[in-house]
C-alpha cells in the first residue's frame, strides 16, 4: 500500500478518533503530533524506497507505543531518537511478522485495536 492509501484507510476508521498521519521517518517530529495521535512511519527517509512501516500511538505529550511488526523496533536507531522525548516508551517485543510483505497491515491492525482501547476502556 502506498502512503496515500494508508492515511486513506486511518480517515475511513471513525473508531479512530485520533489524529492519524503516515509519513517517512524523517518528516516525523512527535514533538509537534497532536496528542493523541496514530502515525504509520516508513523507517527509510523521503528520497528513499519504502522498505518497512511502523506504528506508533502517541498516547500524550509523555507517553507513547510503537509498533514494530517484528518485534525489532531498537534496530531503527534515528526512530528510538525521536522517541526520547518521551518519559514513557513501550515497546512490543513479540514478532509477528514472518518473510512477507505486509507490515503496514499489521502497522493498520495495531492502532485499530489503540483505537478500540480508547474507546470500551475509558
Do not use: W
Not at 116 to 121: G, I, L, N, T
Amino acid at each position: 500500500m502506498n502512503t496515500k492509501e494508508l492515511f486513506n484507510i486511518l480517515l475511513q476508521d471513525n473508531s479512530l478518533l485520533l489524529h492519524p498521519s503516515v509519513v517517512p521517518i524523517d518528516h516525523f517530529d512527535p514533538i509537534t503530533e497532536k496528542k493523541p495521535s496514530v502515525c504509520i512511519i516508513n523507517t527509510d527517509p523521503c528520497d528513499e524506497p519504502e522498505s518497512h512501516r511502523v506504528a506508533i500511538f502517541i498516547k500524550s505529550n509523555s507517553e507513547t507505543e510503537p509498533f514494530h511488526s517484528y518485534g525489532l523496533l531498537s534496530l531503527n536507531e534515528e526512530l528510538i531518537t525521536k522517541l526520547k522525548c518521551f518519559s514513557h516508551v513501550e515497546f512490543n517485543t513479540t514478532k509477528l511478522q514472518g518473510f512477507s510483505t505486509v507490515c503496514e497491515e499489521y502497522c493498520i491492525v495495531d492502532l485499530i485495536l489503540h483505537s478500540c482501547e480508547r474507546v470500551f476502556f475509558k
